[in-house]
């Protein structure tokens, strides 16, 4: 009861810490990233509709699954919440935490989204 609590508090501090980055409604797509989690590495898709990050999806993964989970799921709802991937990492799972974002970055990037997360005309 208490994780839930406390992961509950910490989501709404991360999604309320933000910025607003501006949208470019003019970028669409699924875009795929990697990124070097603790086991190896991490590969995602991030679908973007109207200049907003809509989904978040782990494609491959060596992660530990008690661990990674908790942190692809929290990470990936903060992110949406925001549009905007200038989010804290997950104590206890900082190596997987960071591969995670790598690889959202790099799937970005190929959409014309900056390292932050605003979207900007290609």
């Known amino acids: 009861m208490f994780k839930k609590i406390f992961f509950s508090i910490l989501m709404i501090t991360v999604v309320s810490c933000g910025s607003n ?3 470019n409604p003019d970028v669409n797509g699924s875009f795929e990233g990697a990124g070097d989690g603790r086991n190896g590495e991490i590969k995602v898709s991030v679908v973007v509709e109207k200049g907003l ?5 782990v494609l491959e993964s060596l992660e530990t699954g008690e661990y990674a989970l908790p942190v692809f799921e929290q990470m990936s709802t903060a992110i949406i919440a925001n549009n905007n991937i200038n989010i804290d990492v997950v104590s206890g799972a900082t190596v997987s935490s960071q591969g995670f974002l790598i690889a959202i970055e790099n799937a970005l990037k190929d959409s014309g989204a900056d390292f932050k ?6």
Do not use: D, E, F
Request: hydrophobic share 45%; no cysteine; charged share 20%.
């Open 21 to 23: 980055p501006k949208v």
């Open 53 to 57: 990050i809509t989904a978040i999806n």
């Open 117 to 122: 997360g605003k979207l900007i005309k290609s």
